[in-house]
C-alpha cells in the first residue's frame, strides 16, 4: 500500500494549515442519488463532466508509473458509506494518513480493476468476490507521476477484514452523502519549495471503539479524488 499526498515526506502538518475557502456554495448530491441502485445507473449512463483535480503540480521527473485504488462503498441502511484506511505511524513514507486501499500496478495484473482488487485484498483482506465493480474515474496523476485509477465498487452484505497490520493501521466507513456534500470540502494553501500548492480536506469526526471522539483527516489526493466522484454525481 502506498499513498498519494504530495508524493514526498511531509515538513508540515496539515491539520495545523488555516482554511481558507469551504465550498458551501455548491449544492450536495441529493440522497437519492447516493445508493447502491443509483450509483450503479449513472456509472452505467454517465454523464458529460470532467474531472476538477487531474493532475498534480509534478515534482518528480520519473517515468510514470500506473496504479490504482479501489473507492470501496458499503450500502447500510442508513445510506452507502465509503472505506477508508488508515496508515500505521511508523511508516517511513506518509505515516498515519488516510487512503483508499491501493498501489502500483504489478505485471500480472490484467488491467486497473485487477490492480484495485488485488491491493484491497492484500491491504484489508477485502475478497474480490465481495466486491461488485460498477465503474472508473479519470485517472489522477500525483506530483510524484503515479497515474491512479479510481476503481469504484459496491461491498456485498457479510463481508470481513484481515487488515495487513504492518501497514494498516485501521480501517474505518464515512457516509458517502458526507463525503458529498461541498459543504464538508475545506481548501488549505501551502508553499512547498517556493511553489504555491492548494490542497483539499474533508475531517470527519466518529466514536471509536473506547466511546471517544476520534477525527479522521481526508485530505490531499484521497480527497482530490472523493471531489472528483463528487462532480460526477452532480453533473
Known sequence: M???????????DPQELPVFAVD??????LAAELDAAAMRRRFGSPPTWSPEIAIERQMSERQPIHASVLVPLVQHGSGLTVVLTQ???????????VSFPGGRAEPEDADAVATALREAQEEIGLLPASVDVIGQLPTYTTGTGFIVTPVVGVVK???SLQLDPFEVAEVFEVPLAFLMDPANHRWHVI??????????????????SDGKARRYFVWGATAAMLRNLYRFLAA
Open 2 to 12: 502506498f499513498s498519494f499526498q504530495f508524493g514526498m515526506a511531509l515538513n508540515f
Open 24 to 29: 458551501n456554495h455548491l449544492p450536495a448530491v
Open 87 to 97: 496508515r500505521t505511524d511508523h511508516l517511513i513514507d506518509h505515516p498515519g494518513q
Open 157 to 159: 452484505p457479510g463481508f
Open 191 to 208: 508553499d512547498v519549495a517556493g511553489v504555491k500548492r492548494e490542497f483539499l480536506s474533508m475531517p470527519w469526526t466518529d466514536i471509536d
